[in-house]
């Protein structure tokens, strides 16, 4: 049960390149989230699922797309790479149990640095 | 706008003491309260979650107490031990929503 995994761990990009990040669980979860952390800032959402083929818009969404076309991937896609967007992204996962929201499971993260 | 503050300084204090780290809020009415730990280079950790008829939450040396009045949230860690050296983040949900919105954290240090 490897819970919530992030790939790649590192990556550099220059401005105006595209990546994909990619979140992958293994706990059956329904709802998935992408954060990105900065320092001084904490936590933001960027987008998030609540489940298999949905979508919607977090605090900061500009500049991002998403997908997930299968329940255990959530996907994070950047078009045109900005400086702005150089930090510390992290996916998340949880169950719905009962009618209450379980807490968030957390991957190791993604540093993304934009040159 | 909502606000979530913690205090962003570090918190200092020796070890065996009890660490009590808060959670402000403001334009905001949170169902759910989490407190998560999060260390250097990794992801945060759920430790405890309190919904806002409780008035308090207890797992082992950690106490969280959610005042809905004061709009505040104390988390406090007894018999403190280096091992809790970390920072801690509050996140808080309303009813009805899927997301959660997260304070800044408070790195705590834990002297020996």
């Known amino acids: 049960n490897a819970g919530v995994t992030q790939t790649p761990k590192f990556r550099v990009l220059k401005t105006g390149q595209s990546m994909t990040l990619l979140c992958a669980q293994d706990?059956?979860?329904?709802?998935m989230y992408w954060y990105r952390q900065d320092p001084g800032m904490g936590l933001r959402l960027i987008h998030y699922?609540?489940?298999?083929?949905?979508?919607a818009k977090g605090e900061v969404p500009d500049g991002y797309n998403v997908s997930r076309l299968k329940k255990q991937n959530f996907l994070l896609g950047l078009e045109s790479a900005a400086p702005s967007q150089t930090s510390v992204y992290f996916c998340?996962?949880?169950?719905?149990?009962?009618?209450?929201?379980?807490?968030?499971?957390f991957g190791p993260g993604t540093r993304l640095t934009v040159l | 706008s909502q606000k979530i503050e913690q205090n962003s300084e570090a918190l200092n204090i020796q070890e065996g003491k009890t660490a009590t780290l808060t959670c402000n809020y403001t334009?905001?009415?949170?169902?759910?309260l989490q407190w998560y730990r999060q260390d250097p280079g990794r992801g945060p950790v759920f430790l405890l979650l309190?919904?806002?008829?409780?008035k308090e939450k207890r797992k082992e040396r950690l106490k969280v107490t959610f005042d809905t009045t004061l709009k505040q949230s104390l988390f406090h860690i007894t018999a403190s031990q280096p091992a809790d050296s970390a920072t801690y983040l509050c996140?808080?949900?309303?009813?009805?929503?899927?997301?959660?919105?997260f304070g800044t954290g408070t790195r705590l240090k834990v002297l020996a």
């Open positions: 334009n905001y009415s949170p169902a759910y």
């Open positions: 998340a996962s949880s169950s719905l149990s009962g009618g209450l929201y379980n807490e968030q499971f």
């Open positions: 309190i919904r806002e008829n409780e």
């Open positions: 699922s609540v489940g298999e083929g949905t979508t």
């Open positions: 706990m059956n979860h329904e709802y």
């Open positions: 996140a808080l949900r309303g009813s009805g929503t899927y997301k959660y919105i």
